[in-house]
């Protein structure tokens, strides 16, 4: 069975960081398509970072909203996800969920935008709040 368990979210002033955590089981593959997707209320949920392996490239992929700011990267060693979080906008404040594409093998694709969609496995969510 597939869990995703999230940490790491809270408030910060703006131009702060965070780093979020996503442990993860049952989900080991070479060619995989993870990432974060946040969700404002009022709002179409978003992809905010990506990471996919199609078996022989590993790419990174961020929302235009995050370049620059956001790094994703996975530590495989720890079964982990991560999301660092810098220079923190008001406009970051979401909940935001780690997710993982069941389509294996990953044979590659747009996997920003695969994440977002309903058919995946998600984590819980962790609260981040940005104050100005």
């Known amino acids: 069975q597939v869990q995703l368990v999230e940490s790491g979210g809270g408030s910060v002033q703006a131009g702060g960081s965070l780093r979020l955590s996503c442990v993860v089981s049952?989900?080991?593959?070479?060619?995989?398509?993870m990432g974060w997707v946040r969700q404002v209320p009022g709002k179409e949920r978003e992809g905010v970072a990506a990471?996919?392996?199609?078996?022989?490239?590993?790419?990174?992929s961020y929302a235009d909203s995050v370049k620059g700011r956001f790094t994703i990267s996975r530590d495989n060693a720890k079964n982990t996800l991560y999301l660092q979080m810098n220079s923190l906008k008001h406009e970051d404040t979401a909940m935001y969920y780690c997710?993982?594409?069941?389509?294996?093998?990953?044979?590659?694709?747009?996997?920003?935008?695969?994440?977002?969609?309903?058919?995946?496995?998600w984590g819980q969510g962790t609260q981040v709040t940005v104050s100005s």
């Open positions: 997710a993982a594409v069941p389509d294996y093998p990953w044979l590659g694709g747009d996997c920003l935008i695969k994440i977002g969609e309903d058919n995946n496995y």
């Open positions: 049952g989900y080991t593959y070479s060619a995989y398509c």
């Open positions: 990471i996919d392996n199609d078996g022989g490239n590993v790419k990174t």
